[in-house]
């Protein structure tokens, strides 16, 4: 599964609000320069954060009143209707954060967040090479294979499954976590960029939020197997790799608990198990803090 991961990339604890779906996208970055005159407020109580503020994780808040733009360290963050956004935090995420919101007045306000770090799992292997080196013909095609998925996740829906509280879109044993990592030789391979779940081939898998499909790769790709993608809105959304099966299609909203597909082993893969990955924007995400424990 560590191959597959290179080529993809806990809010268990809050009650999500439902509510409209719709996201009002922040202005281009060219629009969102500071005024000359603008003055900044530091103000940690303006912005309501809650959640996990820490590599791997999402927090959600309420813009402060009057905010016309959000940002989180200089870029767009999407924010409701009624004010609520999310953030994530990549895997590895510097240990601080800025969030700032523009009101009409020209003041800017501004939280500096603490990111707290993680221990991940490292393994090192001092006596194994990394990997091969691919083939002309390999690297043709996932150039291809690559380009839809980060055409897939441009696409920015207005769904409100970002607000739910997931649900794992499978149970079982956890052959795999999040953010883990192996030391070929002395030389960093990639981190593990999802959560694997061991089951048998043809074991349903399920939607963990509404959302729309934005990828259903029919065709294997060549690390992720039958691919299917699932955007949950505002940013948000999820790969699952691997399948024997994928039951939805493009452009299909679905609901949460609605069967999608079945676990396999398709692409690159040593058994059957489910590969679920998360990303919010350009963070990866441990599906683990959105989804809390396993259930039994």
């Not at 009650?15 to 530091?42: N, Y």
């Not at 609605?258 to 599906?287: E, F, N, S, V, Y």
Request: hydrophobic share 45%; with cysteine.
């Amino acid at each position: 599964m560590r191959a597959a991961a290179r080529g993809l990339g806990a809010l268990s604890t809050m009650t999500m609000l439902a509510g409209c779906g719709a996201t009002i996208v922040a202005p281009p970055q060219q629009q969102q320069s500071m005024p000359p005159t603008a003055s900044i407020v530091v103000d940690n109580s303006a912005f309501q954060l809650a959640g996990a503020i820490e590599q791997g994780g999402v927090a959600m808040g309420f813009a402060p009143v009057g905010a016309e733009w959000l940002r989180l360290d200089g870029k767009p963050v999407g924010v409701a209707p009624d004010g609520r956004f999310m953030i994530g935090f990549d895997r590895d995420q510097p240990p601080m954060a800025t969030l700032e919101a523009a009101r009409a007045d020209g003041t800017i306000l501004r939280r500096e967040l603490v990111v707290a770090a993680r221990a991940w799992p490292i393994e090192s292997l001092p006596t194994l090479p990394r990997g091969t080196t691919p083939t002309p013909e390999f690297l043709a095609r996932r150039k291809i294979e690559l380009e839809q998925i980060a055409a897939a996740r441009a696409i920015d829906s207005a769904v409100a499954g970002w607000r739910q509280r997931f649900v794992w879109p499978a149970s079982g044993r956890i052959s795999g976590v999040f953010g883990s990592q192996r030391i070929y030789a002395g030389e960093p391979g990639a981190f593990h960029t999802g959560v694997d779940i061991a089951r048998p081939e043809g074991t349903e898998v399920v939607a963990p939020a509404d959302g729309v499909v934005i990828l259903a790769a029919q065709a294997p790709f060549t690390l992720e197997g039958r691919l299917l993608m699932i955007d949950h809105g505002m940013g948000l959304n999820s790969a699952f790799l691997h399948l024997s099966r994928i039951d939805v299609a493009v452009g299909q909203m679905v609901r949460q608990g609605q069967p999608i597909g079945a676990i396999g082993m398709t692409g690159r893969a040593t058994g059957p198990h489910l590969h679920w990955a998360l990303k919010w924007r350009d963070a990866r995400i441990d599906p683990a803090r959105l989804a809390g424990a396993m259930p039994k």
